[in-house]
Every structure is written in structure tokens, then in C-alpha cells.
């Protein structure tokens, strides 16, 4: 059996507050969760949105957060990311890709593909014929399981569904059949369902949760929802998967303002 940590979104900031909420808190609560409680898993997947607009100071100071992880972490990229600082600062496996932040991680019974979705200069998330090629090659009779930040489908999240994948369709086919389930970052919600057979699953953020689709709201009025952060805890056997939404925190904690 696998046993992963799955945690996503902390948008993190080596100063100041995200409208009133302190970031460094409340990553600091969800690793020293994880390490009393989750000390016996195999590794954590952070899949993207990592810091915010300082990004050799907020990369530089995460780098010292997530160095107080008692099990190893394995970063992704999303649309507030910046693959240099990445590169700089974050421990990354071998084999990653020259370009991309993008790599597999291996076990004995499964393959975990942690995919680079980012596009420069846009929220919405890209997956060129180089990262296409990529993951077409690491798609084999082992089972699969991806992690990403952008959902390549629409989830019955207006808002979010503007600046989900762009290749979400061509990504899809790609994967059809060849994958046992997406993990799945970005909406700062949890979700699950299935798009051509595939399950999927997505997860709220460390840092602060988005609003339900109803009552409808725009990006210009957007108000966090006064909902506490979580994390997942995986187990993964012989193709068997249960998630586990873990709250860390109370809603208000590393609330300031």
C-alpha cells in the first residue's frame, strides 16, 4: 500500500496577508498536522498555486517551510508559479523534464505523474505537444495516477471553469483508458466525479476556499468562503484508492484582519 499526502494552493507569501488571512500560518499548521498525525506516509504532492508575487523571496521562504516536512514533498507548478524560482530554490527529483516541471514518481505497484500545466502570462492552464509527448511516453501497462493543477474538464464551477486546460479535450483522449484517477488542484473546492470513465477528484486549498457556484459571483467581488482548509490523505492498493479531506485548522486560524 501507498500512503500519500495530498495538500494544494497554499499561496504562499513570505510577508503580509491575503486579504486578512496569513498565509505562513496556515502552511505551518497544515505540515505540523501532517507530521504528528501522517508521519507514516510515503510522500506529499503539492499540486501548484505555491507563492504568490514575491518570487525569489516567497520561494526562498517556502523552501524553509516545507523543509520541516518529516516526508519527502514533491511540488508542482500552477498558474501563479514561476518555473525559475522553482528550479532555484525547491527540491526536485531526477528526471524531471529539461523545460517543464514535470516528472514521475515511481513505486513498486504504481507510477505517480505530477504534470506541469502552467502557462506563462495566463491563469488558464496549457499542455503543449512537448509535455503531451512527454506524458504519451510514460503512459505503460503500470498503473497510473496523475496529479495536476488545471482540470482539463468543466466542473460546474462558472468561474473556474474560464481558466481551466486549454487541451482539456485532447488531454482527456490522451488519457482515456490509461489512467486510474486525476488529482486535480486550482478550484480551491473539493470535487469528484468521472469525464469519459475517469475518475477525478479536486481539493480545497490550504489557504483560503472559494465560494459555492451559488449565489453567483465574479471575479471583481470575489469574498473567500468562511469554510476551513484541508488536505487529503490517500491510500492507494492494488488499484483501490480511498481520499480522505482531513481538516488541519479551524476556519479562523492565521485569520488577522
Given amino acids: 500500500m501507498t500512503k500519500i499526502i495530498w495538500m494544494t494552493d497554499p499561496h504562499f507569501q513570505n510577508e503580509g496577508l ?7 500560518t496556515r502552511l505551518k499548521a497544515a505540515i505540523d498536522h501532517m507530521n504528528t498525525h501522517h508521519a507514516d ?3 506529499m504532492v503539492l499540486t501548484g498555486d505555491l507563492v504568490g508575487d514575491d518570487i525569489e523571496g516567497d520561494y526562498k521562504l517556502l523552501a524553509r517551510y516545507l523543509a520541516q516536512s518529516k516526508i519527502p514533498v514533491y511540488p508542482l507548478v500552477g498558474n501563479n508559479d514561476d518555473r525559475t ?7 526536485l527529483p531526477n528526471g524531471i523534464m529539461d523545460d517543464f516541471i514535470q516528472y514521475a514518481i515511481e513505486t513498486e505497484d504504481a507510477r505517480y505523474l505530477c504534470l506541469d500545466t502552467h502557462m506563462v502570462g495566463s ?11 512527454w506524458l504519451q511516453a510514460h503512459l505503460t501497462d503500470k498503473p497510473t495516477y496523475i496529479f495536476m493543477h488545471h482540470p482539463p474538464m468543466g466542473l460546474h464551477l462558472p468561474k473556474q471553469d474560464e481558466i481551466k486546460l486549454q487541451e482539456g479535450d485532447m488531454f482527456l483522449d490522451l488519457v482515456r483508458d490509461r489512467v486510474q484517477l486525476l488529482f486535480i488542484g486550482h478550484v480551491h473546492r ?3 466525479g468521472t469525464i469519459h470513465g475517469i475518475p477525478f477528484a479536486t481539493l480545497g486549498a490550504l489557504s483560503f476556499q472559494a465560494p459555492p457556484p451559488q449565489p453567483a459571483w465574479d471575479w471583481d467581488g470575489f469574498v473567500p468562503a468562511d469554510e476551513a482548509p484541508h488536505y487529503g ?25
Avoid: K, S, W
Fill in 85 to 91: 524560482g522553482f528550479r532555484a530554490h525547491l527540491m
Fill in 123 to 133: 491563469h488558464a492552464g496549457q499542455f503543449c505537444t512537448a509535455r503531451q509527448a
Fill in 233 to 257: 490523505v490517500l491510500y492507494i492498493e492494488n488499484g483501490n484508492v480511498t481520499l480522505q479531506h482531513t481538516q488541519f485548522c479551524a476556519y479562523d486560524l492565521g485569520i488577522e484582519g
Fill in 18 to 24: 491575503i486579504g486578512d488571512l496569513n498565509p505562513r
Fill in 190 to 192: 473539493p470535487t469528484f
Fill in 41 to 43: 506516509a510515503d510522500f
